[in-house]
C-alpha cells in the first residue's frame, strides 16, 4: 500500500508540475497585435512624416506636397505619369520615423 501511495504522489506531483509549466509557456507566447493598434500607430507616423509646421495637424499644402514629392519618388522616368510598374512600388509602409527624418 505505501509503495502505491508513493508512486501515486510522484506521478500527481509530475502532473502538476507539467501542467504549471505548460501553463507558464502558454503565458509567455506574445499576442499578435491588434490591426487597429498598428492602423493608428502607422497613421501617427505619416502624421509626423507630413507635419512640416509641428502643429499637429495636416494641412492642404502639407499633404499636396508629401504626395507630388512620393509621386516625383514614383515617377522613375520622369513622365509625368505612373505606369503599373511604377505604381506597384508605391506600397508605402511606415516601419519607424527617425528624428532627423521629421518635417522633410
Same mark, same amino acid.
Request: proline share 3%; hydrophobic share 40%.
Given at each position: 500500500?505505501?509503495?502505491r501511495?508513493?508512486?501515486?504522489?510522484?506521478?500527481?506531483?509530475?502532473?502538476t508540475?507539467?501542467?504549471a509549466?505548460?501553463?507558464?509557456?502558454?503565458?509567455?507566447?506574445?499576442?499578435q497585435?491588434?490591426k487597429?493598434?498598428?492602423a %493608428?500607430e502607422n497613421?501617427?507616423? /505619416? !502624421?509626423?512624416?507630413?507635419?512640416t509646421?509641428k502643429?499637429g495637424?495636416i #494641412?492642404k *499644402?502639407?499633404?499636396m506636397d508629401?504626395?507630388?514629392?512620393?509621386?516625383d519618388?514614383?515617377?522613375k522616368?520622369?513622365?509625368? %505619369?505612373?505606369?503599373p510598374?511604377e /505604381? !506597384?512600388?508605391?506600397?508605402?509602409?511606415?516601419?519607424?520615423?527617425?528624428? #532627423?527624418? *521629421?518635417?522633410?
Amino acid at each position: 500500500m505505501t509503495r502505491r501511495y508513493i508512486v501515486a504522489t510522484i506521478t500527481g506531483a509530475a502532473f502538476t508540475l507539467a501542467a504549471a509549466s505548460f501553463a507558464q509557456d502558454t503565458a509567455n507566447v506574445p499576442k499578435q497585435p491588434d490591426k487597429l493598434v498598428i492602423a %493608428e500607430e502607422n497613421a501617427k507616423q /505619416l !502624421l509626423l512624416l507630413m507635419d512640416t509646421d509641428k502643429n499637429g495637424k495636416i #494641412s492642404k *499644402q502639407e499633404w499636396m506636397d508629401f504626395m507630388s514629392a512620393e509621386f516625383d519618388r514614383l515617377d522613375k522616368d520622369h513622365s509625368g %505619369e505612373l505606369d503599373p510598374h511604377e /505604381l !506597384l512600388e508605391s506600397r508605402v509602409s511606415v516601419r519607424h520615423v527617425r528624428s #532627423s527624418d *521629421q518635417g522633410k
